[in-house]
């Protein structure tokens, strides 16, 4: 465990694809998702973090609760407040959809953060930046974006330090990039079931 990291969950979604169902309480093997990165992430950092406009629905959980400064404008806004909220200085940042995220995969993010602002995913040529290593150095570029209106969470990058994480790296702790599945509607549910057969020990 490191006193220097925490974990950012971001749970402030609208759910709107899922006909209003809070997909962070989707059950995987009969445990809410969002259960499962909170146990993941339990033994990798010092405090786990969920930013929620929804916080009475976590209060059975060992975490910090954040809500969004401003709420409806997205999960740079979640990762804005939920940084500002952290003592540390990086933060693993996972949406509240994300199931099969592998601890491996997160530990080896996190000990090579080696003075980069952000360490983001990027799997031909699309990033995945709510599965992402974010430094607390973020926060000014991030404030700097939402004062312009921005909200999509890769407009920061242009002016961070980003190391981008091929394939060909993250295939060594997670074949098959399962980390990476998250679930916006009903069938992505579905289908995610389908997973669990090679998902054995990693739940």
Do not use: W
């Amino acid at each position: 465990m490191s006193s220097e990291v925490n974990a950012i969950i971001l749970a402030g979604g609208k759910n709107s694809r899922m006909e209003g169902k809070d997909k962070a309480f989707l059950e995987i093997e009969g445990k809410p998702i969002v259960e499962h990165l909170i146990n993941k992430f339990k033994v990798l950092v010092n405090e786990i973090i969920v930013v929620t406009n929804n916080p009475e629905r976590y209060s059975a959980y060992p975490v910090k609760l954040v809500s969004d400064e401003k709420p409806g404008l997205g999960p740079l806004m979640g990762i804005y407040c939920g940084l500002k909220a952290s003592s540390a200085g990086y933060n693993f940042v996972a949406a509240c959809d994300m199931p099969f995220l592998d601890a491996g995969l997160v530990k080896y993010m996190i000990d090579s953060s080696d003075a980069y602002d952000a360490l983001i995913p990027e799997i031909d040529n699309r990033l995945h930046p709510l599965c992402g290593l974010y430094s607390r150095d973020c926060l000014a570029v991030i404030e700097e974006m939402l004062a312009q209106g921005r909200r999509d969470v890769r407009s920061i990058f242009p002016k961070l330090k980003v190391r981008y994480l091929a394939k060909e790296e993250l295939d060594k702790f997670d074949q098959g990039l399962l980390s990476l599945v998250n679930i916006n509607t009903k069938d992505e549910y579905e289908k995610s079931l389908n997973h669990l057969s090679l998902l054995r020990g990693r739940l």
